[in-house]
């Protein structure tokens, strides 16, 4: 089973920038995505988009796309949710997971906080 | 594609039969996924395909339809039941999901 351990509970301020992280524990198996949910809070949950360890190939939902930048380190297998100037409507939790063969996701990190504050 | 859930609240018993919907706002085939969420923590998949159960689910959990009309029903309501579901579609990019069915103890 891939085991994704997400990187620590994070404090900004409007403005700033952000690298969010996902590494996966692979057995040496790279050729699958990595995807990113948003849930802010008391929402439901959000796809942002995907990413591929092997090739980083990268698939977004258009309610995303220009506002994050997917993107993952094969060498590490580590998958990355970045920001290049944050708002407070950026505060949520963020889960990375990693979709069976049938699409769902079936294994899920343990979610980043994200909050934005000044 | 947009999935609709319905109810957004439940109240309901331990040991009732319950059933949540989701509607696709077009045809997806078999390509729903059903989730459970509780507080504070990660989904959890529960279902795939539309009717298929995810290794280690309890067989309370059942899934079916087809197209634009699915279900999740949970037979025998246990304590650990009570919960946020989500369906989610994985027919086309982006996989949407539903807006969530919050499942409540009566």
């Known amino acids: 089973e891939v085991r994704l351990v997400q990187s620590g509970a994070e404090l900004k301020k409007p403005g700033e920038s952000l690298k969010i992280s996902c590494q996966a524990s692979?057995?040496?198996?790279?050729?699958?995505?990595i995807g990113w949910v948003r849930q802010m809070p008391g929402k439901g949950l959000e796809w942002m988009g995907m990413?591929?360890?092997?090739?980083?190939?990268?698939r977004y939902s258009p309610s995303f796309e220009g506002l994050v930048v997917i993107s993952a380190d094969r060498s590490v297998s580590t998958a990355y949710l970045q920001w290049r100037s944050l708002r407070a409507s950026d505060s949520a939790m963020y889960y990375c997971?990693?979709?069976?063969?049938?699409?769902?996701?079936?294994?899920w990190g343990q979610g980043t906080l994200v909050t934005v504050s000044s | 594609i947009q999935l609709t859930q319905s109810p957004s609240f439940l109240s309901a018993s331990v040991g009732d039969r319950v059933t949540i919907t989701c509607r696709a706002s077009q045809g997806i085939s078999s390509y729903l996924a059903w989730y459970q969420q509780k507080p504070l923590r990660a989904p959890k998949l529960l279902i795939y395909a539309a009717s298929t159960l995810q290794s280690g689910v309890s067989s309370r959990f059942s899934g079916s339809g087809s197209g634009t009309e699915f279900a999740l029903t949970i037979s025998s309501l246990q304590p650990e039941d009570f919960a946020t579901y989500y369906c989610q579609q994985v027919y086309s990019y982006p996989y949407s999901f539903g807006q969530g069915t919050k499942l409540e103890i009566k």
């Open positions: 692979t057995n040496g198996l790279i050729s699958y995505w």
């Open positions: 997971a990693r979709p069976s063969p049938y699409g769902p996701f079936e294994s």
């Open positions: 990413v591929h360890l092997g090739d980083s190939d990268i």
